[in-house]
Nanobody, 125 residues
């Protein structure tokens, strides 16, 4: 599956932003999906993930209660609603996919086989 992330931009602290990730391929519903981010000089880190049916979601502690991941299998897309943005949320955000990731690896970027090109989110304080 090929992925393309969009929706990034420059916002202020406390603002909201919604990222989208469009996927190609008719088997999108068979893929677990994740969002990761990478700030300058830092390693790529897990943000959120969602299972194939959308029934299970996972979040990094740093974004829990502020970010919401969702998916629309009919539109072959996954979304990341980001509320109450903070300066430390500034990063390039990537969507990623893989088939059947075991729970213990859901936060590991190495478990994902396909990646989008990334979209920049900048939060000014």
């Amino acid at each position: 599956v090929q992925l393309q992330a969009s929706g990034g931009g420059l916002v202020q602290t406390g603002d909201s932003l919604r990222l989208s990730c469009a996927a190609s391929g008719r088997t999108f519903s068979s893929y677990d999906m994740g969002w990761f981010r990478q700030a300058p000089g830092k390693e790529r880190e897990f943000v959120a993930a969602i299972r194939t049916s959308g029934g299970s979601t996972y979040y990094a502690d740093s974004v829990k209660d502020r970010f919401t991941i969702s998916r629309d299998n009919g539109k072959t897309a996954v979304y990341l609603q980001m509320n109450s943005l903070k300066a430390e949320d500034t990063a390039v955000y990537y969507c990623a996919s893989s088939r059947t990731i075991i729970v213990s690896s859901i936060r590991n970027p190495d478990a994902y086989s396909s990646w989008g090109q990334g979209t920049q989110v900048t939060v000014s304080s």
